[in-house]
């Protein structure tokens, strides 16, 4: 039976595009079919925008590559539709346990206050996220939305201009040329778009390498992450276990500096190291074998003209935190609706540089992060070695440690403290729902709040009057009246009220916190969607 990543999704068939005489305009066109290119197109469609997306390849990832995703990247797959697929298919896990040689020293649990929709994370091969995402565009093909997937088309130039980008696509029967509003890059790591345009990254590369070996076995460990610092089998290093769907099981092992790459992924040299750590008596099949080195950089601009990057085309991370696809999955939740405004005229061009400020913040925060879990778990010196293993040792038997153990800070939503976008926060409530803020769920009996909030504008009132919408400049927020008396778990209260006894949010199409007061006043929520749609 052929793996998923092994047949065509979206073969080659000639597009009419190719038989003009003049390139075809499009709204827009994203480059690169992984999870955020896919993403931003469901988004954008789902918005009535007619969106191409241009892949050179024809077939999902190979090998299960990003694995975690947290439950703010999927409660954006919710507003895309396909987010319950995504959970039924992966493994839920909210437990992660830190080992130190063979001592359990540390263990964290994910859990959180009852009334989310989402867990805290699942584990899901790229190739299968990937390929809900596929079917959730042919379904919406076949409700007649403006979504198109043209496989091996590869683009092989891009011109710049004021108003549009030209491109020069390659395909199976020769090239052709065609044009976009904006252009959405989302063709990874070593973005040809980038290189194209002359754009590089900015940032520190490390040099340590890492194995990562998909096995297929069954095994009874447990659906949780497990991460060893100097283990018996992997001495000096690290290792990483995770539980994957269909009985795969992602493990990374840290190799050091200065190895032989090739040498290292001979299977008979994995199968090894493989042994070593499941033991001899362990029976598995290796499905997919890497080794890398990594980097935490980023784009010094997002943003060029009507070039717009998304996803590791525009920042990178070390794997370790899971930050790397959730926070191209977050890119793409930022761009859609800026995108829609911009295009309908409802919003200067200028608010795509929100996307730029608010993302290359969200990108920052990462590498940071990301940067600092590396320092712990690959120490450059002796001396920085010593005091990372006492860490550990001190973290088994007593609880103020265990916060400086770092395996890997995982990832959470990023909120945009100082947006262009955001109004002054106006209401004495919870830190956790000010602006910039993405909002929490909370449960509505058999319902859940984020359901309610769609691709537009919501005015959330709370135990508060206001008018059920209310219309600036062309843009229209509606309202959603809510009663803390119809939450008997009090979470909506405490997440969105605190002490106050009311409360009004203007919420954005992706979710986050535009403003927020005790009580509607007309002239300063009209003046906060005026500044959320980028014109004060």
Known sequence: MSKIFDVPLYAYTRSPDQDEG???????????????????????????????????????????RAICFAKRPLEIMDRLGCGDHLVERGVQWDTGKVFFDTRQVYEFSLTEEEGH???????????????????????????????????????????????????????????YTLEADWLVACDGANSPTRRMLGLDFDGQVFEDNFLIADVVMKADFPSERWFWFDPPFNRGQSALLHKQPDNVWRIDLQLGRDIDKEREKRPENVMTRLKAMLGDEAE????????????????????????????????????????????????????????KLVLDGNAPVTLMDSYNTERA???DENILNSTRSTEFITPKSEMSRILRDAVLDLSAHHT?????????????PCTYDGSMLNSA???????????????????????????????????????????????EDGVTATRLALSVRDDPTLTLKRQYLGDATAGVYLIRPDQHVAARREAFDEPHFRAALRRATGKE
């Open 361 to 363: 913040y969200g990108a």
């Open 400 to 412: 103020f440690a265990q916060p400086l153990v770092n395996s890997g800070r995982l990832s959470v």
């Open 425 to 471: 926060d106006a209401l004495a409530a919870p830190d956790l729902t000010r602006p910039g803020s993405p909002c929490p769920d909370a449960p509505l009996g058999e319902d859940h709040l984020l359901s309610k909030l769609g691709n537009d504008f919501i005015l959330l009132t709370i135990d508060a009057e206001a008018p059920d919408s209310f219309e």
């Open 117 to 175: 929709k989402n867990p805290a994370f699942i584990n899901l091969q790229q190739y299968t996220f990937e390929q809900v995402l596929v079917e959730r565009i042919r379904e919406m093909q076949a409700e007649g939305a403006p979504i198109e997937i043209r496989g091996r088309n590869k683009v092989e130039a891009i011109g710049q201009h004021d108003t549009h980008v030209t491109l020069e696509v390659e395909t199976p029967e020769g090239s």
């Open 284 to 339: 598995f099949d290796l499905e997919w074998v890497s080794i890398y080195t990594f980097q935490c950089c980023r784009m010094e601009r997002f943003r060029h003209g009507r070039t717009l990057f998304a996803g590791d085309s525009a920042h990178q991370v070390s794997p370790f935190g899971a930050r790397g696809a959730n926070s191209g999955l977050q890119d793409a939740d930022n761009i859609a609706w800026k995108l």
């Open 22 to 64: 003049m390139p075809v305009r499009h709204p827009v066109v994203i480059i690169g079919a992984g999870p955020v290119g896919l993403a931003t197109a469901i988004d954008l469609a789902q918005q009535g925008i007619k969106t191409v997306i241009l892949d050179d390849n024809d077939r999902v990832s190979f090998g299960s």
